[in-house]
């Protein structure tokens, strides 16, 4: 089994910041799941905020495009206790369900991503992606699979020279390599996870992928 994923190494593009994170991490549309949301990061809207609310909505199978919200929960503008996260302290707010019952996904239809912006009661203040885009969290199927823990920042910018810590999770151990723009730069075997400080060369764009296998 092979599964290919990329993030990007740059020095010339905008910063998007992956705000949202989700535990577990390789949680499938049948888990429940802890999401927390910083509001430091992205457009930093709600940022010293101290109750927030979720917005939030899943890419299924009958989604006319990746972005085409689905079974949306909340009611905007309103103190709405479905939807209201604990403050857990740092700008970090959380919230725990149960994917397919909280949205109401109709079986025979495949979640594939879970769809947010954040707001304070009044939805006059919105936390968003960098670029005011919505957030979205990729879901997973059962098996293997791994994603990039660290860069944190797709794409991310940084200088010629820098070292940039690339942080590799799989989901059960297997062979994991690293590329740079498809030149194997370093391999772990038998692994959970790969470690490993990325020299950023010259003045370009630059693809890292990881290919783990079993």
Not at 189 to 194: E, N, R, V
Request: net charge neutral.
């Amino acid at each position: 089994l092979r599964v290919t994923l990329s993030g990007v190494l740059c020095l010339i593009f905008f910063h998007i910041k992956g705000q949202v994170t989700i535990d577990p991490v390789f949680a499938t549309e049948n888990d429940s799941v802890v999401i927390t949301f910083d509001a430091s990061q992205g457009n930093a809207a709600l940022l010293n905020q101290t109750q927030v609310y979720a917005h939030t909505g899943v890419i299924t199978s009958k989604s006319a495009t990746p972005t085409d919200w689905k079974y949306v929960q909340g009611n905007w503008g309103t103190v709405d206790n479905k939807v209201k996260m604990t403050n857990i302290g740092n700008n970090k707010h959380q919230i725990s369900y149960r994917i397919r019952d909280f949205y109401g996904v109709p079986s025979g239809e495949t979640v594939t991503r879970l769809a947010f912006v954040f707001r304070d009661a009044a939805g006059t203040n919105v936390g968003r992606s960098t670029d005011g885009s919505d957030i979205f969290v990729n879901l997973y199927t059962a098996g293997l699979a791994a994603t990039f823990t660290s860069p944190n920042q797709t794409p991310s910018i940084t200088k010629q020279g820098n070292n940039v810590s690339v942080s590799v999770l799989a989901s059960e151990a297997a062979n994991i390599k690293l590329f740079s723009n498809g030149t194997l730069v370093f391999e772990e075997p038998s692994a959970t996870t790969l470690n490993y400080t990325y020299t950023t060369p010259a003045v370009g764009k630059y693809e890292l992928t990881t290919e783990v296998t079993k």
